[in-house]
């Protein structure tokens, strides 16, 4: 069983004025939250008044670690408004989401299906529509078999 986590219900409302970061931020400063600057991890560390000790990129147990390294992945490489628009209400939501291998798993395989076949072709709609078509056609991505399929047609 694993440590269930639960936001301090007081700082769910500063949380929303809090700016996120790439990279690790300067830290909280609860009485002025506008004047925050933190990274995800650190702002939900904060939120569930988790001590990690100066390393706001450890998992909490209870998080599942594919969502943790995939929401530390977006924070660090996402532009500054669709940091806060994509990652701050997705805190909550990642949360107690620890479970199995094979759950991990799953969720790894769908981050790469999305990735593969929504977002990158997204981004070649603005350059190479045919790179975009082939990226829309790559068969779902639910094993390793379909993911190196996947691989090869980012190539």
């Known amino acids: 069983m694993h440590t269930q986590c639960f936001p301090n219900a007081d700082r769910l409302a500063i949380a929303a004025q809090v700016h996120l970061v790439a990279g690790k931020g300067a830290g909280m400063a609860p009485d002025s939250p506008m004047q925050c600057h933190v990274c995800v991890q650190q702002l939900r560390n904060w939120l569930c008044e988790i001590d990690n000790s100066g390393r706001s990129d450890a998992c909490p147990p209870s998080m599942?670690?594919?969502?943790?390294?995939?929401?530390?992945?977006?924070?660090?490489?996402?532009?500054?408004?669709?940091?806060?628009?994509?990652?701050?209400?997705?805190?909550?939501?990642?949360?107690?989401?620890?479970?199995?291998?094979?759950?991990?798993?799953?969720?790894?395989?769908?981050?790469?299906?999305?990735?593969?076949?929504?977002?990158?072709?997204?981004?070649?709609?603005?350059?190479?529509?045919?790179?975009?078509?082939?990226?829309?056609?790559?068969?779902?991505?639910?094993?390793?078999?379909?993911?190196?399929?996947?691989?090869?047609?980012?190539?």
């Open 64 to 155: 599942d670690p594919v969502l943790h390294r995939f929401s530390m992945a977006l924070n660090d490489r996402c532009p500054d408004d669709l940091r806060d628009a994509v990652l701050k209400p997705t805190l909550v939501a990642m949360l107690n989401t620890c479970g199995s291998s094979a759950l991990s798993q799953r969720r790894m395989y769908r981050i790469a299906d999305w990735t593969v076949r929504t977002i990158l072709p997204m981004a070649f709609d603005k350059w190479d529509q045919m790179r975009a078509d082939t990226l829309r056609a790559v068969p779902e991505i639910t094993d390793a078999d379909s993911a190196k399929v996947g691989r090869e047609a980012c190539r």
